[in-house]
């Protein structure tokens, strides 16, 4: 049976699990201890865990080692602790554990100005969950998608909660109206054309997902663009690693601010995750305040920022779509950024920006899996 354990070798603060075909597995004593899954040390209702590894000492040894029932399915490694505790896990769960990664990476699919994104129905994804998997498993991909065929009254994008999770909030609106406005405080309010860039980058986590529902749009102009952000980054880091690293180090202040709220954050441009992946893009160049002088990268950096943007806004990079009323642009706003051209003379154009967050959006999908509703 390839999860048998032959035997067991206890040394320093670990025991090695060798298995039938000879290859071995660490097995940290504080792991196996605090992993336990009996009733005392996770509650059996929701199967969280009730024990804290505090209660035991650092240097904890095992009093007895055992394998139980070897060579059957129900083969186990039972241990008993100096307290008298006992821990007991199947030789099938623990070579499961040992090849099994921390998580399920999404299967991103980088993509350039060739690219156009899939569109969805919008009354069909809240109300079908199949087409609300496909819409959700693409998203994950790609990081864009449209929704056709929606709604064109105000603040209507509240219903997309039912699969994306809450709004996520932001001190300045709720939902916000994108219209020119001689008082607004964004250069979205104005008529100018607005470079890729992604929003709330004044924060220190800035919404991850971002919903762009045109309500009207009958002026000349205002094409919207996206960017993907990823993709950018990729080759940066492949072709000039020494910037991308110098992105993921300086801090840059960001700052967005009305008559009546602020929000400003300092950050790297660039943050990876634990393992070195690209997890969020801060580039907006209109919320970007000054890096102080005393920087003593800036010289650098600026070298950097200079690169990035020159490939963020390379015609290469960037896909165009006219958004028409009752059509949603849902983006990953960590990743993607969005721009779109000046705004000509003619009828009016109505936008509204509404957020959401990505770990929703993810989580509903698999809860769409484990129901078996997909």
Known sequence: MEHSISRVVENGDAMAAVWRGGEETSLPYLWLRDNCGCSECRVVQTTEKRFHIFRVAREIRPRQVAIECPGRADEALAIVWPDGHRTRYGSGELRRLAGQPLRTPD????????????????SRFLRDDRTAADLIEEFLATGACVLVDAPVEPDSSEQLSARLGPLREVVFDRIHNVVVDPKGYSIAHTDLAIAPHNDFTSYSWPPSVQVLHMLANDCDGGESSIVDGFRVLDGLRREHPGLF????????????????DESYAVNPMVELDGEGNVRLLRFNTQQMKTVPLAEH???????????LSTRVNAAGSQVSL?????????IAAHRVLHGRTALGSGGRRHLQDAYFEHDNVRNHLALLRRTGRI
Do not use: I, N
């Open 245 to 260: 690293d110098v992105l993921c180090t300086v801090p840059v202040p960001f700052r967005l601010a009305s008559e009546h």
């Open 107 to 122: 299967h991103v699919q980088h993509w350039d100005s060739s690219f156009q994104p899939r569109r969805y129905d919008f």
């Open 297 to 307: 990268r800036l010289g650098t950096f600026y070298a950097a920022y200079h690169e």
């Open 322 to 330: 006219r958004l028409g009323a009752g059509q949603v642009l849902l």
